[in-house]
């Protein structure tokens, strides 16, 4: 149920069962190393190409859990359009409002985007930061996205390809806790949620660090339906 039915996509959701503790407090130590163990960013900058594409000059595009602002902030406002990143970690924020003075920078729970009212939006791009949040609460999470979209609106979708849910990994000297799925359940997912995925990429990928663990990351190339 979408935010354009009168009723919010969360409703129904138990929020005593959100437990964020120690997710954006990693992310802050974490810092400008990110980047650095992720420097190679094929997958997400062919999706952000493409939605950067298939958007009318100027659309507004929200980039969910955008981290540094790099690569995709800074790629969907180069290509003409007006960004709207939110974040949960403060130290991300501060290094994406650096990287991208032109956008525009939230620190907004997921869970809270319909109460802040930032969108609508033609476009969404969420790469990686949905694997952040339990299984129960991901399709909670991608109905709002479909309520905070236009019409025929757009969406890149990133995840890693795991069987697992709210499991704990190390993560660049920290621990943060995951979410995945194998990719025919993603793709299940995705759609009876409100989506139509157009297109769709899957890439081995080796991080630069020896801290965090080699993954097949899978891009989805989503439009939303009525």
């Known amino acids: 149920m979408s935010s354009t ?3 919010g996509a969360y409703d129904g959701f138990d929020r005593s069962e959100m437990d964020r503790s120690g997710q954006a407090e990693a992310f802050d130590m974490i810092g400008d190393r990110y980047d650095e163990a992720f420097p190679h960013k094929e997958g997400q900058l062919a999706a952000g190409a493409w939605l950067a594409a298939e958007l009318p000059s100027g659309s507004r595009v929200l980039d ?7 690569p995709t902030a800074k790629q969907l406002f180069d290509a003409g359009h007006q960004v709207v990143g939110t974040d949960l970690s403060p130290g991300m924020l501060k290094l994406a409002r650096e990287n991208v003075p032109g956008a525009e920078f939230h620190r907004v729970d997921i869970a809270d985007m319909e109460r802040q009212a930032l969108g609508p ?3 969404v791009a969420a790469f990686f930061s949905l694997l952040m949040l339990p299984r129960a609460e991901l ?4 109905r709002m996205l479909h309520g905070q979209l236009r019409e025929g609106g757009l969406m890149a979708l990133g995840m890693v ?4 849910n709210d499991f704990s990994i190390p993560f660049l000297g920290n621990t943060i806790r995951v979410s995945g799925y194998l990719r025919e359940d993603l793709r299940r ?6 989506f139509e995925i157009v297109g769709e ?3 081995a990928f080796a991080p630069a660090s020896t801290e965090v663990p080699p993954e097949i990351q899978l891009f989805l190339h989503c439009r939303r339906r009525p």
């Open 201 to 203: 990429d899957a890439y």
């Open 5 to 7: 039915d009168g009723q």
């Open 64 to 70: 969910l859990g955008c981290g540094t602002g790099l």
């Open 161 to 164: 390809e795991a069987d697992v």
């Open 139 to 142: 399709p909670y999470a991608l």
């Open 121 to 123: 939006f033609d476009g």
């Open 189 to 194: 997912i995705v759609r009876d949620t409100g």
